[in-house]
């Protein structure tokens, strides 16, 4: 390592001119009330699903939008043949057999090229049985697959005390808006219209309807999984025999549950697996496509389409509050006479955002503490989360800070109030939910994908305290914030860096915990400190930049691998090493160097890699506005630093 301050060797002006462009692009997205949102890609399932629902429901067939979900489906298709998950990825079965199914649904030929090497890649990995529960549940919808492949999910669940080992309140926010419909079809088994008849038999090695149960995924415990393999055996017997006055009352709680939370056209939770159960809930009640709660929903699902002039893809959900408050924190380091206006804009419009009135699923276990949070998306009053919250508090505060105005005093303080009722007893915060901590429920067969509960992670834990640091607080006098950063020093990795839950990944979630620790004012010399730094410049590629794929979810990991550099995570790592005061490390001047040697000819960034994780591996994705603002942060970061003579990050990220 270099002994001597490398940033010397970054031109002033280049840098600056690198900023200046950066920030006139970015600037050039805002929407005209003042609020930016990107689009927000996932895999291929997605726009597959809204395909399949599309003909599930007998819809008239939109010629020209399906042909553009075509033109995209095929795009995304692996040399291997199938569909990853991320950008260049392994083939996945059930994403494979998603969008072969939803290509040959559309009229493209099981002979085409394209199609037989889909169908070979499948059958030569083991054909369609390997597909996961959420893909089955579709399938035996479809009648290509019996109800005896999936798992039983009685809808007489929703009677179940709190007590009870198994209740919708002990699983995350998303799996529960996904499960309560999801059960009401596993009870009335309905069959989609699916007017063209179309099949899928030839991707399976064996007759669809002789498939049983799935098997035990890489996550589970034998023994947990099978006891609960028994007792979802017993329930199959058990649940012809329930009575129907039973079921009838079961069905009206989820009904109930869902219509409480419907949520206009921004749908039940706010992303498309739960909007598109909803629907097709109603079609098996035999409600017509007019019936408003149905209607409504299914425009909500029409609202996340991205259609261009030869593509067209559906996204899972929308990133509006997200993608404001990190550009206005973006643009809050940049600075300048047009971009600190725009950025207050941007605030304003988030201010109205903030759920003050309404109690959501998460006070089931904080009854006492005040709602004050923001949702991901437009609207989602009953599932804010705390990672947009701590977010969008930190942006407010640095304005107020800047202006010395009282005007975002009252948010921030119900902001501040409402994350620390939600710390969970290990110390960690999670993103929707507070003391999620049933770990023994990712072992029930649904549970495949190993993503039902929703517990603290580090990122989100290191958001958290970000937060509460900005604001004042410290470990001698904040509980939640001692707690906080006991929780950081136990789960620091051996290697020096920390898990990011919700991006991509242990980069990720570094930068996280390093923005956080320095809030908090640890010592830079502190060992932990010490070894995130080795660490981050360990990984650094040779081009100056970093990158990591969704390989590091994997179950065995054991260190880092090398992946391509991309510009979120460069900027990541940048700002955690400038966070732990390195910003003369010659890593940081590297990838400085990278960040302006790529930058594109319209001054912003382009990034074809996933970055970040809905579920780790089993759905990524891929921010659109990422690019964009994360580089420019960074950029400005490093220019204010180097004029000033602390050289410390004043903010909490």
């Known amino acids: 390592m270099l002994s001597r301050d490398q940033t010397a060797a970054v031109d002033p002006l280049a840098l600056e001119q690198s900023i200046s462009a950066a920030t006139e692009a970015l600037l050039g997205y805002r929407q005209p009330d003042g609020h930016w949102v990107f689009e927000l890609e996932a895999d291929s399932t997605i726009p597959a699903e809204y395909v399949l629902l599309r003909h599930y429901l007998a819809e008239p067939v939109d010629a020209v939008l399906e042909g553009k979900i075509a033109n995209y489906l095929r795009r995304v298709q692996g040399d291997h043949g199938g569909w990853p998950l991320v950008h260049d990825g392994p083939l996945d079965i059930s994403a494979s057999v998603k969008c072969y199914f939803a290509l040959k649904m559309i009229g493209d030929s099981v002979d085409a090229p394209h199609m037989v090497r889909a169908s070979e890649a499948i059958r030569s990995r083991g054909g369609a049985i390997h597909s996961n529960v959420f893909t089955r549940f579709m399938l035996a919808m479809f009648g290509v697959l019996t109800w005896r492949s999936v798992p039983v999910l009685p809808v007489e669940i929703m009677l179940l005390p ?9 699983i995350s926010y998303w799996a529960r808006t996904t499960i309560v419909p999801l059960m009401v079809l596993a009870a009335l088994k309905p069959r989609a219209k699916n007017p063209k008849g179309v099949g899928i038999d030839e991707l399976f090695l064996q007759a669809p309807h002789s498939i049983g149960m799935t098997a035990k995924a890489p996550h589970q415990s034998w023994g947990w999984f099978m006891l609960f393999r028994a007792l979802d055996s017993v329930l199959r017997l058990l649940e012809p025999l329930f009575p129907k006055k039973l079921r009838a009352r079961a069905i009206d709680r989820a009904v109930a ?52 002039e030869h593509e067209a893809y559906c996204q899972p959900c929308v990133s509006p509050v997200w993608d404001t408050a990190l550009t206005c924190h973006a643009l809050l380091e940049a600075g300048g006479e047009e971009a600190l206006p725009k950025a207050k804009q941007g605030l304003d419009w988030l201010k109205s955002k903030q759920v003050l009135d309404l109690k959501g699923d998460w006070a089931v276990k904080r009854p006492d503490v005040r709602p004050g949070g923001w949702a991901f998306q437009y609207n989602n009053a009953y599932y804010p989360d705390l990672d947009d919250t701590a977010v969008v508090v930190m942006a407010m505060d640095r304005v107020r800070r800047q202006s010395a105005s009282a005007e975002y005093d009252t948010a921030i303080a119900r902001g501040c109030e409402w994350i620390e ?7 960690g915060w999670a993103a929707f939910d507070v003391n999620n901590l049933e770990y023994y429920l990712n072992n029930i067969p649904f549970s495949d994908h190993g993503a039902l509960l929703d517990p603290p992670t580090e990122d989100v834990t290191a958001r958290c305290i970000s937060m509460l640091a900005q604001l004042g607080q410290t470990a001698r006098t904040s509980k939640p914030v001692k707690d906080g950063i006991a929780y950081l020093r136990r789960t620091q990795l051996a290697e020096g860096s920390w898990y990011g839950r919700w991006g991509l990944n242990y980069i990720y979630g570094t930068w996280s915990v390093l923005c956080a620790l320095n809030a908090v004012g640890v010592d830079h010399q502190d060992p932990m400190i010490r070894k995130a730094v080795s660490w981050l410049a360990s990984i650094q590629n040779r081009d100056g930049g970093w990158g990591e794929d969704a390989v590091s979810y994997r179950l065995d990991y054991r260190g880092f691998e090398d992946a391509p550099s991309t510009s979120s995570q460069t900027a990541w790592a940048l700002l955690g090493l400038m966070a732990a005061g390195e910003v003369g490390h010659p890593a940081v001047a590297r990838g400085v160097g990278y960040l302006k040697a790529t930058q594109t000819e319209k001054g912003l960034w382009d990034e074809a890699h996933y970055t970040a994780t809905g579920f780790p591996r089993v759905f990524y994705l891929r921010y659109h506005g990422y690019c964009k603002f994360f580089p420019l942060w960074a950029l400005a970061r490093y220019r204010n630093l180097r004029s000033t003579n602390s050289r410390v990050v004043g903010a909490g990220m």
């Not at 939370?261 to 939770?269: I, P, Q, V």
């Not at 009722?421 to 110390?427: I, K, V």
């Open 162 to 170: 709190m007590w009870s080992p198994f209740h919708i309140n002990k």
């Open 421 to 427: 009722g939600m710390q969970s007893r290990d110390g």
């Open 257 to 308: 549950f869902i219509e409480e939370r419907l949520n206009g056209e921004d749908g039940l939770g706010a992303i498309y697996p739960p909007m598109a159960n909803a629907v097709m809930m109603y079609e098996a009640f035999g409600k017509p496509a007019d019936y408003p709660p149905r209607a409504i929903t299914r425009r909500g699902l029409d609202k996340l389409l991205v259609i261009g």
